[in-house]
T-cell receptor, first 112, second 109 residues
Framework: DAGVIQSPRHEVTEMGQEVTLRCKPISGHDYLFWYRQTMMRGLELLIYFNNNVPIDDSGMPEDRFSAKMPNASFSTLKIQPSEPRDSAVYFC??????????FGPGTRLTVT | GQQVMQIPQYQHVQEGEDFTTYCNSSTTLSNIQWYKQRPGGHPVFLIQLVKSGEVKKQKRLTFQFGEAKKNSSLHITATQTTDVGTYFCAGGYGNKLVFGAGTILRVKS
């Protein structure tokens, strides 16, 4: 298995632009998580899905952030409009019912 | 809300010295997991503890889960330069994982 796949690996964009991050979880995993990592705030859980249904989005910072999971093999995290304070590394992780998290390589987002 | 506190924030040790990081949750956990993140990398799963008072070992690493399932520790014996990185605990609240702030380990050779 290729593991969790994220794209792009790096994204540089200007303030106000829309950003879309993509994730392909490990096949057969029922849970998908989006995390954001910064030096100041550490690793924050933004939202997680179970069987493609959002379960807990309490970590989504603002309405500018949205996440979807249209099927079991694909999820997106969208920021519209982006702001400099959104600059971070965004990780996608998936797990089976056993709950062990397998992380993707992350997307490093820089908003100028 | 659910929160996991982890200390210390940083630890610099001389190669060969021991290292310990601690995690504490205000509420009972269903499980606790430990991850390691190398600089520039992503968190990699190390171990999961589920039972009250559980102790697991992986070579030089010893993991403990408290009797009340609210705290945990990771102890590394005789650190090596390959141990450098950030060690995170993650508290399991059902299927939701909440990460501690992590402990950055630096090893001086």
């Amino acid at each position: 298995d290729a593991g969790v796949i994220q794209s792009p690996r790096h994204e540089v964009t200007e303030m106000g632009q829309e950003v879309t991050l993509r994730c392909k979880p490990i096949s057969g995993h029922d849970y998908l998580f989006w995390y954001r990592q910064t030096m100041m705030r550490g690793l924050e859980l933004l939202i997680y899905f179970n069987n493609n249904v959002p379960i807990d989005d309490s970590g989504m910072p603002e309405d500018r952030f949205s996440a979807k999971m249209p099927n079991a093999s694909f999820s997106t995290l969208k920021i519209q409009p982006s702001e400099p304070r959104d600059s971070a590394v965004y990780f996608c992780a998936s797990s089976s019912v056993k709950g062990i998290g397998y992380f993707g390589p992350g997307t490093r987002l820089t908003v100028t | 809300g659910q929160q996991v506190m982890q200390i210390p924030q940083y630890q610099h040790v001389q190669e060969g010295e021991d290292f310990t990081t601690y995690c504490n949750s205000s509420t009972t956990l269903s499980n606790i997991q430990w991850y390691k993140q190398r600089p520039g990398g992503h968190p990699v799963f190390l171990i999961q503890l589920v039972k009250s008072g559980e102790v697991k070992k992986q070579k030089r690493l010893t993991f403990q889960f408290g009797e009340a399932k609210k705290n945990s520790s990771l102890h590394i014996t005789a650190t090596q330069t390959t141990d450098v990185g950030t060690y995170f605990c993650a508290g399991g609240y059902g299927n939701k994982l909440v990460f501690g702030a992590g402990t950055i380990l630096r090893v001086k050779s």
